[in-house]
């Protein structure tokens, strides 16, 4: 049996007409197909928490990123596909200014998280990371207990409190739905945590600080089918109190967990869109060829 | 077909790189199994316990005692009535008689000690003092080749002949031949008498009273200056003999004494009782300075009552026997080398080197031999506290050498051990911080332009011979570290509080240029800080001496301490051994705080950790086992050590954990003394086993680590 059909789809809400008058007088999506059936109405009208503007990288002389221009709105799930090497992992990682590390990186443009411009100078680049979660392709637990991994967070922020790190802990292994699965082994090693555990520990790890915006890259690609079926239920729960950008090589799970999707090709955006319009109607022949499996 | 053809030799060179690889590492393990079991085939038999051997019964008509040669091949009885008999030991047969000296028949005769000196008073009542030898022609081994020969002093006349002669020393030469006077213990009916008289007999001797129980057992020491008493009330008296006879000491015994000797050396008093104790006294002077008898060694017991002693003439053992049975016993080490029960003896004799040792009862002899290298070696004289003879308390004691014959080797390891954990700990002490600090450094905030300099650079530091760093330690550094011993202490601190105190301001230039001129960089900064240090410790250094120690930091620590400055220290020492150190340390912690998977670093960045907090909360601890395996092999390292320690401390085996003196470690030991040890000698293999024991310690350090070092590698497989 494919696992695949069988995973939960976001209930399809119709848009109602007159509902957008009620909430904040934002633009809807130019374009947007009103007969289509959208994963969450207030999606297309919430104000943006991410917007990138045009952001150039370069690997040394290599660019890497062209001119991306993306706007990921609050409580919203935002998907990056395109094939390999197109620099999905790369954009993901400048939103959290992670491409520091990387030595040769050279980066111009802004990413404004709310107000914020994070490439400013003078930026607190701690003080920024502790906003934006991130969740890698390969789980990486700390080689501590669950709930150090958990704690880690807020005990380098300086929390001390026994019992306000217990309860976050608790919170975030709620959110991350693993908290029946080791409530009782909160002291014992992390590392003996089965490989979805692990990734659904990395993601409690990064909800425990309370984060605006959850990067995630490929986190369901080490996963199998039942573990990337929690993972996936994980985001649709998460929406709800966090932004969420995720880059998945599956159009399927693109298509079942986000609202928008960006495609990229070569280090350029080359459609975004709500995600049923990219998977039912893209604009871009390429786009349509991609998701097709005509290439990539 | 030339595929298959490549194939096929493909396969027969991996087949012979694998035997080659394969037999090469066999080789090596055998090879380092060699050298493991020759080293311990060199020292183990010094905890083999003594050989003895029971030769066959010899029928010998008793005398005055007995004296055996070297080899115990031949056997002398002094017999009052026909002088001194020579006998073949191997069956008895008599080889000649030695009627020269004293005239026959003698009245009276002490025993012949292991020397064969004895005294004897001859039928005109002159008393002679003699010595039994043989005249060997060089390389001559069997006893008919040999001649026998008493030489006998011209015999000084006795006024009134005593009814018991007891003790015959010569007052000059500590012995009882070669010197001009002759002092006398015997006793007759009234008591104790003494006298002396010059020996080529020119005066008669006067006798004096010793106003001693007539019936106690009496001794001279080996000066002749003193008497010791044995008394039947169980009391063991010293005696000055000068003018008049004046009692120094006493002390009280277990039980009636039976027996009085001397082990070699004659500073140690044997004292046997009534019911078998055996104990050594020694002189000391107490606090008041006044003389005392020390009872220091005591000795498993005889089953019957102990009858005499004689001791060898080449370590500090010694027969003790009695009507019931014979012990040999070694003085220091209180060990039992051989025991021999036994049924109505009536003598005793110990041949010089202490290998034989004759038994007499009636008209019968028993011979043995004992095989006995290393009696003073017992495992509690190599790590116990040892009292030594003219020491006033037990203690670890290593001195393997020194001037005199009758000087005893001291060879406790303790200070050694001691001195190898000493050096070890001050160069760790130094090496570690730097080291491991180093690496978190080098792997975690250099940029690799820096990092691909620093680690080659470092690395060649190993290479570095320790000879070089023991002389540069020894002979620059030492002389430099005394005279400026404040400047090296404060050096330190002063780098410490300038960091301190520049960080504030290096956080209010701007972030773009700190992030240029800083991050990855800072390594670069330490130089001027450093010589900003350097400058600040020569300011400071002087007032500090002069406002803290009195101007002068040598007569404050002796004052104010109690503690003396010795130029080769603890501190350069380490600081050598240090450097000596540090690159392993650094290369391997390097190695596993670099291998600290990147996912595990984004992560903790991730979350909002800053670099320092990310290396110090995820870095360090992931890599901890890896450091940790780093540590032990720079212990090994530190252990094994010789040349730097060798060169750059006095040598000195003291235990003693103070920085401002040396010490003297296993393997400088084994460098320093190599040319000392006699080949198969006691101090050779005492050599062997310090060497054993560094070998099994840096073995076991060096797999624990690798141990350590493998279950890391499978840890971080999953990353
Ligand atoms: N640290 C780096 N240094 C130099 N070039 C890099 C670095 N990281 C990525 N690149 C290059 O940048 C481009 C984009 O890489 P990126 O990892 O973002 O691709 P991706 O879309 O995430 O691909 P994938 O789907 O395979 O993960 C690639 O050509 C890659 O070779
Ligand atoms: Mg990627």
């Known amino acids: 049996m494919d696992p695949e059909t069988h995973l939960p789809l976001p209930e399809p809400v119709v848009l109602g007409g007159g509902r957008d008058e009620a909430l904040p007088a934002v633009q809807p999506l130019e374009g947007k197909p009103a007969s289509l059936p959208l994963t969450d109405t207030a999606a297309l009208v919430a104000p943006p928490a991410l917007e990138v503007e045009r952001l150039n990288l370069w690997y040394g002389a290599k660019q890497a990123l062209f001119d991306i221009d993306l706007q990921v709105r609050k409580n919203t799930v935002m998907s990056l596909i395109g094939p390999s090497g197109c620099g999905k992992s790369t954009l993901l990682r400048s939103l959290n200014r992670m491409n520091d590390l990387v030595d040769s990186v050279r980066i111009e443009g802004s990413v404004r998280l709310g107000s914020e411009d994070l490439y400013a100078p003078g930026v607190d680049v701690i003080e920024l990371r502790k906003r934006m979660g991130m969740v890698f392709q390969k789980s990486n637990p700390f080689p501590k207990s669950i709930f150090e991994n958990v704690a880690y967070g807020l005990r380098v922020q300086g929390e001390k409190d026994r019992l306000t790190l217990e309860e976050a802990v608790e919170t975030s292994l709620k959110g991350a739905g693993l908290w029946e699965e080791v409530k009782d082994r909160l002291k014992e090693s992390a590392l003996g945590l089965s490989g979805g555990q692990q990734q659904r520990l990395c993601i409690a790890r990064a909800l425990a600080v309370r984060p605006e915006v959850l990067l995630m890259d490929e986190p369901c690609s080490a996963l199998d089918p039942i573990a990337t079926a929690r993972v996936e239920e994980l985001i649709f729960e998460l929406k709800k109190e966090f932004t969420i950008v995720i880059v998945t090589h599956s159009m399927q799970q693109a298509a079942r967990v986000s609202d928008f999707t960006a495609f990229f090709w070569l280090g ?22 991609y998701i097709t499996g005509r290439f990539g | 077909m030339s595929s298959t053809a490549t194939r096929n030799l493909a396969k027969r060179v991996d087949r012979f790189m694998a035997a080659l690889i394969t037999g090469g590492g066999l080789l090596i393990i055998l090879a380092v199994l060699g ?40 056997v002398m009885i002094p017999d009052p009535a026909k002088g001194v008999r020579v006998h073949l030991a191997q069956d008895g047969r008599l080889l000649d008689t030695l009627t020269s000296g004293p005239t026959l028949p003698w009245k009276l005769s002490t025993s ?152 070699l050396g004659g500073s140690s008093l044997l004292v046997g009782g009534e019911k078998g104790s055996i104990w050594a006294y020694q002189q000391v002077r107490d606090e008041q300075d006044t003389k005392a008898l020390q009872p220091f060694h005591r000795f498993l017991s005889l ?36 025991r021999i029960t036994g049924d109505r003896i009536e003598g005793a004799a110990l041949s010089a080197r ?51 014959d009758d000087f005893e080797p001291k060879l406790s390891l303790l ?54 760093l023991g002389f540069l330690a020894g002979l620059v550094m030492a002389p430099l570290f005394e005279q400026a011993a404040v400047h090296v202490l404060v050096f330190p601190l002063a780098a410490v509080l300038l960091g301190l105190a520049i960080l504030p301001i290096w956080s209010k230039f701007p972030a773009s240029w700190r992030r240029i001129w800083g991050e990855g960089r800072e390594a670069l900064w330490m130089i001027p800080l450093l010589l900003g240090a350097l400058a600040l410790t020569y300011l ?67 979350c909002g950790a800053s670099p320092w907090q990310t290396a110090w909360r995820v870095v360090l601890p992931t890599g901890s086992p890896g450091i940790f395996s780093a540590v032990m092999v720079g212990v090994g390292r530190a252990i094994g050590e010789t040349m730097i320690v060798l060169m750059a401390t006095g040598n000195t085996p003291i235990l003693d954990w103070g920085p401002f003196n040396g010490m003297r470690t296993l393997s400088a030991n084994i460098a320093v003394e190599i040319p000392e040890a006699p080949h198969h000698g006691t101090l050779y293999r005492i050599l062997f086993l310090a060497a054993l024991l560094l070998f099994i310690l840096t073995f076991s350090l060096n797999t624990i680590a690798e141990l350590v070092r493998q279950h890391l590698r499978k840890k971080y497989e999953s990353y």
Do not use: C
């Not at chain 2, 066959?56 to 007995?66: D, Q, R, S």
């Not at chain 2, 060898?312 to 014979?326: H, I, M, S, V």
């Not at chain 2, 009636?362 to 290298?373: C, E, H, S, T, W």
């Not at chain 2, 070696?377 to 001037?403: N, P």
């Open chain 2, 112 to 263: 012949p000690d292991s020397r064969g000196h004895l005294a004897v008073v001859g039928a005109d009542g002159r008393l002679h003092a003699g010595e039994l030898k043989w005249a060997k022609p060089p390389g001559a081994q069997d006893p008919s080749q040999w001649t026998p020969e008493v030489e006998w002093t011209s015999g000084v006349s006795l006024p009134v002949a005593p009814s018991e002669l007891l003790d015959v020393r010569s007052l000059e030469a500590g012995g009882l031949m070669g010197g001009k006077v002759l002092r006398v213990l015997a006793r007759n009916p009234t008591g104790l008498i003494w006298g002396e008289a010059p020996a080529e007999g020119t005066e008669p001797l006067q006798w004096k009273a010793l106003p001693a129980p007539a019936d106690a057992l009496a001794l001279l020491s080996p000066d002749g200056q003193h008497a010791y008493i044995g008394t039947r009330d169980a009391r063991v008296q010293d005696w000055a003999l000068a003018g008049e006879a004046s009692l120094s000491t006493e002390q009280t015994f277990t039980e009636p004494v039976t027996a009085l000797g001397f082990a």
């Open chain 2, 303 to 338: 089953d019957g009552p102990v009858r005499g002693f004689q001791h060898g003439l080449r370590d500090k053992r010694f027969l003790a026997w009695g009507p019931t049975g014979a012990g040999i016993l070694h003085l220091t080490s209180e060990r039992q080398l051989m």
């Open chain 2, 354 to 404: 202490g290998d034989h040792i004759l038994l007499q009862d009636g008209n019968r002899v028993r011979p043995f031999i004992l095989d006995a290298p290393h009696p003073e070696i017992s495992w509690k004289t190599l790590w116990g506290r040892v009292h030594y003879e003219g020491y006033k308390e037990a203690d670890h004691t290593w001195q393997s050498t020194g001037g005199g």
């Open chain 1, 268 to 289: 350029k955006v080359v459609e975004t869109d709500l995600t049923e319009k990219i998977f039912t109607n893209p604009t871009n022949r390429m786009t349509e060829d």
């Open chain 2, 540 to 606: 400071l250094a002087p007032s500090i001496e002069k406002a803290f120690m009195g101007g002068n930091y040598r007569t404050w620590l002796q004052e104010a301490w109690g503690v003396r400055y010795d130029q080769r220290n603890s501190l350069v020492v380490g600081f050598a051994m240090g450097f000596a150190v540090i690159p392993i340390i650094f290369t391997i912690s390097e190695d596993a705080l670099s291998s600290v998977p990147r996912s595990l670093t984004s992560a903790s960045l991730a």
């Open chain 2, 415 to 468: 200070p050694l051990l001691f001195g190898t954990l000493k050096g070890t700990f001050y160069a760790l002490l130094f090496a570690v911080p730097i080291a491991i600090l180093g690496a978190l450094y080098t792997s975690q905030f250099a940029t690799p332009g820096l990092k691909s300099r620093i680690k080659p650079t470092i690395e060649i530091m190993a290479a570095l011979p320790s000879v070089v």
């Open chain 2, 35 to 74: 050298i493991l079991f020759f080293i311990a085939k060199e020292a183990l038999p010094l905890f083999f316990p003594a050989r003895t051997q029971t030769l066959a019964i010899v029928n010998l008509e008793p005398g005055k005692g007995l004296w055996a040669d070297d080899s115990a091949k031949t």
